[in-house]
Structure formats: structure tokens, C-alpha cells
């Protein structure tokens, strides 16, 4: 079995430093609220990606149009953002308890 002992080390993608050679990919979770809301469940999603030590995290794709699809993430109005102001506490909590 191979090792990946280059895994963990810090990285480097174009002119973006990471901490780690670990990225994780954006996948549809389908966590958000019925209005395009960021839940809380959601923000535990990526937490926990970057816990494990993701040096990358890509997240799901966000909608911009008046009415999205169920599970999305909506960011067409203002009254999104209060959701994600949270996303940087959480890897950086993270980053710590790493």
C-alpha cells in the first residue's frame, strides 16, 4: 500500500498557499433551509472538513436568482449573509483544535 506522507504537508495551488495538500470538493449537501438559508448543520458540515484537516474547502454551489431549488444555498438578498459571516470562525475553531 502506498504512503502519502506528502499529504499533510503544506502546499501550494498557483499562487495560493495551503496548510495542507488535502482539499475537500464541493458537494450538494442539500443542508440548507427551505428559503436558501445557511442551517446550522450545514456550517458543521465544512467545520468538521476543515477539523479533519482540509488545506482547501470548496463549497457547494449558491444560487442568485429570486427562487432556488430545494436545499440550496441562496445569495441573492442581503439577508443571506448573516449565514455565512460564521463560515471563517468555524475553520478557524477548527485550525485550533487541530
Known amino acids: 500500500m502506498p504512503k502519502f506522507t506528502k499529504l ?17 470538493r464541493p458537494a450538494a449537501t442539500h443542508y ?3 428559503d436558501g438559508h445557511i442551517t446550522d448543520r ?4 465544512y467545520g468538521e472538513r ?15 436568482r ?3 431549488k430545494f436545499g440550496r444555498i441562496l445569495i441573492n438578498e442581503d439577508k443571506y449573509i448573516p449565514g455565512m459571516k460564521n463560515w471563517p470562525m468555524l475553520f478557524t475553531r477548527a485550525e485550533r483544535k487541530r
Open 50 to 64: 476543515a477539523k479533519g484537516g482540509a488545506g482547501l474547502i470548496v463549497t457547494e454551489g449558491a444560487g442568485c
Open 66 to 68: 429570486k427562487r432556488g
Open 42 to 45: 450545514q456550517a458543521n458540515y
Open 8 to 24: 499533510f504537508d503544506p502546499g501550494k495551488s498557483a499562487q495560493l498557499r495551503l496548510k495542507t495538500g488535502s482539499s475537500c
Open 32 to 34: 440548507s433551509s427551505l
